[in-house]
Structure formats: structure tokens, C-alpha cells
């Protein structure tokens, strides 16, 4: 049987954001028997190991060409032109957006139909994505707010790799953080629209009203306009014995694995949050906010509480329904584990692999 050759175009060579560990979570699962993927990485980078135990094939293409020098634009059309030709690419898959890439024009010279993968909401997306055959949204939320109009769109949420999340071990231990403590973590950038502020605010608010809670921080800080530098971020904890800042993590999954309860109190609307379905993956609940994607991976009551979006009142009672109630926080951990094993880890792949079949029979 002769396999459907997909090549994708990634703009990182390692786990480092949701995109990338939706591309390579579905690299992973993708049907061999059936597919073939094709990696262009922009250089080397974590991501290569990887891939060579996974039996991907993966080359070097240092970055997408876009206009300025019209001889170096037409060379790369050509060499983009003639690699699809000679690796008989049937499907060009983009995980990103791009503006006016030689490499997306050259797939459609070639008559190669394009994928474009949406991680974020694109109200005004690059002139040559309206050359994509279609449009992956990861969530019906993504895909109702983008353009361009005129290319059909399909959605599908993103999958998480069940085997990452348990392979997580509680650092409880090493935090100093004994197993009578209630820990209540949070985890993303470190940025205004990622309700860092909110998380501090509940975090004081609960501290007072019982002993034993910590609360935990990890992802990277960041400077500029509405994200915090680590001294900014620890001059806002000032100093609290009970709220620490672990910094960006490689290992995320151990910090769920040693959390009882998951916040994220989003401001912005998230296309998605893989931060949810991570949770429910090491059986946790999750408080967040009914923001954008959101409502459409926790059922509120079931698998977590959803809150309006900077609503600290509401946020801080829901937290502290679930410190109350140990019974509680694990039955909505299960819930969420039977939620992701059913919507989030075969299922998106399966769904992947049939979109690119009815693209090509049509």
C-alpha cells in the first residue's frame, strides 16, 4: 500500500509552545502504516532525537523566503518546486501562519494542496494563507473569529501525549512541601493577559484563611510590555513564605503531578489552553476562566469550575470549594482523565488523518 507523503513545515526544532508540542504530539501518533511525515526543521535542536526514535524523517530548510530579493525569491520557489517533485510530497502541512513564503507558492505551482494549521485566532492572516487547500482550527472558538473566509476550515482539538504525563513524579520532596500541604499551581507565561496578577491576589486571599496551602508558579518570564521579569514577578510575591516561583520548567509534568488543584485565570481568549487538558491528563482539576476555547475542554462542574473572566471573588470561592473538599478534587480529576482519553489523544490524530484523506479525494 503505498503511503501518503505529508511534509510539514515547523518553525522550531524543539517542544517549546503549544504549537510545536501539538505538531510533534501528532508526528508521534500519526498512522505509519498509511502516512509518511517529512520534517522541515529550521535547524538543529532538541526535537532531533526525537524524531529519529520515532522513525520520522526530518531535513534542514533555513527558513521560508519571503519577498524582498526577487532572484533569491525565485530560487527558492524553484528549490522548494523541484523538492516537492523529487520527495513526491502529496500534502504540504504548515503549523504556523506565514506571510508571503516562496515555499507556499511553489506548493501550489506544484499542484500540492496546502494545510495550514491555526494554534491562534488569525482575524488577518498572511495573503498566502488564502492559497491553503484548508484550514486546521484547534478550536471551534479559533476557527469562528479567523480568516480568510473564502477556505473551508475544519476543527480539531489538540491531542496530548498521555505516556509525557505519566511519566510525571511528584517534587513535593524537593520543594520542602510535606503531603498534608495543599498545593495549588499555576502555569504558563508569566504575563498580565495570563491572569498572574489574579493568581497572586487568590493566592494571598486563601492563605490567610487556613494553614497549610502553597502556592506554586512555573513558566518563563519575559520582558516588555505586560509580562513580568523574574524581579518584577518576585517583587509582587514580596516575599510571601507561601507562594514561590519555580521558573520555566522542562518537566511541566512533574509540577502537576505534585499540584492538588490547577488555576489558569486567563484574561485573554484562548484559543485553546493545552494547559487543561494537561491537567486533566495527571487527573487534576482545573479552575479557569470562560474565556475563548476554554468552555469547549472543561465541563464546569464535572472535570473543573469555570469562572468569569476577572471575576477574583468567583475564582477565590471555587479554589476554595476544592481545598474543602479532597473527595471533590479527585472525582473531577477522574472526570478529566476520562474527558482527555476520550476527546484529546487518538481521536484529533484519527481526525488529522481523515481530513488530509478527503482532501486528496477531492
Known amino acids: 500500500m503505498k503511503r501518503i507523503k505529508v511534509c510539514y ?4 526544532s524543539g517542544d517549546w509552545g503549544g504549537a510545536s508540542r501539538v505538531l510533534f504530539t501528532n508526528l508521534r501518533h500519526l498512522d505509519r502504516q498509511h502516512f509518511e511525515p517529512l520534517v522541515l526543521l529550521p535547524g538543529e535542536g532538541p526535537i532531533m532525537p526525537e524524531l529519529q ?3 520520522v524523517a526530518y531535513r534542514f530548510w533555513s527558513g521560508f523566503t519571503e519577498p524582498g530579493n526577487p532572484l533569491a525569491y525565485l530560487k527558492s520557489l524553484l528549490s522548494f518546486y523541484r523538492f516537492l517533485k523529487r520527495e513526491r510530497i502529496a500534502i504540504v502541512h504548515a503549523n504556523h501562519t506565514f506571510w508571503r513564503p516562496a515555499e507556499i507558492l511553489a506548493a501550489r505551482l506544484a499542484r500540492v494542496p496546502v494545510v495550514t494549521h491555526y494554534h491562534v485566532v488569525m482575524k488577518q492572516p498572511g495573503p498566502f494563507v488564502g492559497l491553503s487547500s484548508l484550514i486546521i482550527a484547534n478550536s471551534a472558538y479559533t476557527a469562528s473569529v479567523s480568516g480568510p473566509p473564502q477556505v473551508p476550515k475544519k476543527v480539531i482539538h489538540n491531542p496530548t501525549d498521555l505516556q509525557r504525563f505519566d511519566r510525571g513524579r511528584s517534587i513535593r520532596r524537593e520543594l520542602g512541601i510535606g503531603d498534608g500541604e495543599t498545593v495549588i499551581a499555576f502555569l504558563g507565561q508569566m504575563k498580565q493577559i495570563k491572569g498572574v496578577d489574579l493568581f497572586l491576589d487568590m493566592s494571598r486571599r486563601l492563605s490567610g484563611r487556613r494553614p497549610n496551602l ?4 512555573a513558566g518563563r518570564c519575559q520582558s516588555g510590555s505586560g509580562a513580568y521579569s523574574e524581579e518584577a514577578l518576585q517583587a509582587e510575591i514580596g516575599g510571601h513564605p507561601d507562594i514561590r516561583y519555580l521558573g520555566r520548567l522542562d518537566d511541566p509534568e512533574n509540577l502537576y503531578h505534585s499540584a492538588d488543584i490547577i488555576v489558569m485565570p486567563s484574561r485573554w481568549d484562548e484559543p485553546f489552553g493545552l494547559i487543561a487538558i494537561e491537567a486533566g491528563a495527571c487527573r487534576k482539576p482545573i479552575v479557569a476562566t470562560r474565556v475563548g476555547g476554554i468552555p469547549e475542554i472543561i465541563e464546569d462542574g464535572v472535570t473543573g469550575f469555570l469562572v468569569e473572566r476577572d471575576d477574583l471573588e468567583a475564582l477565590v470561592s471555587r479554589v476554595q470549594q476544592l481545598i474543602d ?6 472525582r473531577m480529576g477522574e472526570a478529566g482523565m476520562r474527558k482527555v482519553e476520550r476527546e484529546f489523544t487518538d481521536k484529533p490524530v484519527r481526525e488529522l488523518e481523515s481530513a488530509y484523506r478527503e482532501l486528496l479525494q477531492a
Do not use: A, I, T, V
Open 53 to 55: 526514535r520515532w522513525g
Open 325 to 330: 473538599d479532597p473527595g471533590l478534587r479527585q
Open 9 to 12: 513545515l515547523s518553525e522550531s
Open 214 to 217: 502553597k502556592f506554586l508558579l
